[in-house]
Nanobody
Framework: QVQLVESGGGLVQAGGSLRLSCAASLRTFRRYAMGWFRQAPGKERELVATISWSGGSTYYVDSVKGRFTISRDNAKNTVYLQMNSLKPEDTAVYYC??????????WGQGTQVTVSS
């Protein structure tokens, strides 16, 4: 059974930083592209960042470029999202995802990130 377990969410003041981690039970983790979605109350789910299986290619939604960094450690089956200069509009539940060919088949349970102004 595939499990993605996020951690690292919490409450932070605007301008602060958080680092999200996602530990995956995927036996072939290194074959999967990984990513992070987020969903704020009353808003649609949004793709925040993705990273290719090798780590050589990344994508960021415009609103987080220059502030967030996605990375992965294939030896630890873990993907990270470093979030700096956080803004109140970053408040959301953040979900770790895994997939191939642009389709994300596996989702974590989500971790809450709250940024106070």
């Amino acid at each position: 059974q595939v499990q993605l377990v996020e951690s690292g969410g919490g409450l932070v003041q605007a301008g602060g930083s958080l680092r999200l981690s996602c530990a995956a039970s995927l036996r072939t983790f290194r074959r999967y592209a990984m990513g992070w979605f987020r969903q704020a109350p009353g808003k649609e789910r949004e793709l925040v960042a993705t990273i290719s299986w090798s780590g050589g290619s990344t994508y960021y939604v415009d609103s987080v470029k220059g502030r967030f960094t996605i990375s992965r450690d294939n030896a630890k089956n873990t993907v990270y999202l470093q979030m700096n200069s956080l803004k109140p509009e970053d408040t959301a539940v953040y979900y770790c995802v895994a997939g191939v060919a642009g389709t994300y088949d596996y989702w974590g349970q989500g971790t809450q990130v709250t940024v106070s102004s």
